[in-house]
T-cell receptor, first 114, second 114 residues
Framework: QKEVEQDPGPLSVPEGAIVSLNCTYS??????FMWYRQYSRKGPELLMY????GNKEDGRFTAQVDKSSKYISLFIRDSQPSDSATYLC??????????????FGKGTLLTVNP | DADVTQTPRNRITKTGKRIMLECSQT?????MYWYRQDPGLGLRLIYY???????NKGEISDGYSVSRQAQAKFSLSLESAIPNQTALYFC?????????????FGAGSRLTVL
């Protein structure tokens, strides 16, 4: 079993839709959970991250972590064509620990159609 | 100017040639990384450096070498390029003072080995 699993998609939705992107993981030592967005021909950029369990909201984006299920989600409300990108989940243990390095999912390609 | 600058952005070379990809950063971060990204395989860590005197192999270091010339500079070398090293290469940085290992990526260097 891979440490981090992410459905590659592609996912295509109409403008205004609610998008749900998900990752599962197997390493119970992961404490930091991140979402990166990567536009075509660009480097990944951090969208948001959470520590341990719970939700975090930033504008139209909400990140959720369910450590009991080893499952994380990113929700995008009122999706826009500018949200079209590849979304990468990433996770790590705490700094200084043996699992500090980020482990990435393979990314989900999202297209939001006008 | 970009916080993390990679040069060259695009390079086409032939099998057996030596190639160097360079990375410089103005973030003041102590940690630097080299990743490669391939379709269907995601981001894979090649080498990472926690400071100028600390360099470590990642999951796919064979065929690559690195040099940390200064805190702000980290270069990746392919001593004798082969076609399966054709990929998109990313340099990234992070700050060890943060609890989360948040990476800042460069724009990428696209390498084609013929």
């Amino acid at each position: 079993q891979k440490e981090v699993e992410q459905d590659p998609g592609p996912l295509s939705v109409p403008e205004g839709a609610i998008v749900s992107l998900n990752c599962t993981y197997s390493n119970s030592a992961f404490q930091y959970f991140m979402w990166y967005r990567q536009y075509s021909r660009k480097g990944p950029e951090l969208l948001m991250y959470t520590y341990s369990s719970g939700n975090k909201e930033d504008g139209r984006f909400t990140a959720q972590v369910d450590k009991s299920s080893k499952y994380i989600s990113l929700f995008i409300r009122d999706s826009q064509p500018s949200d079209s990108a590849t979304y990468l989940c990433a996770m790590s243990g705490v700094s200084g620990g043996s699992n500090y390095k980020l482990t990435f999912g393979k990314g989900t390609l999202l297209t939001v159609n006008p | 100017d970009a916080d993390v600058t990679q040069t060259p952005r695009n390079r086409i070379t032939k099998t057996g040639k030596r190639i160097m990809l360079e990375c410089s950063q103005t973030k003041g971060h102590d940690r630097m990384y080299w990743y490669r990204q391939d379709p269907g395989l995601g981001l894979r860590l090649i080498y990472y450096s926690f400071d100028v005197k600390d360099i470590n192999k990642g999951e796919i270091s064979d065929g690559y070498s690195v040099s940390r010339q200064a805190q702000a500079k980290f270069s990746l070398s392919l001593e004798s390029a082969i076609p399966n090293q054709t990929a998109l290469y990313f340099c990234a940085t992070s700050d060890s003072r943060l609890g989360a290992n948040v990476l800042t990526f460069g724009a990428g260097s696209r390498l084609t080995v013929l």
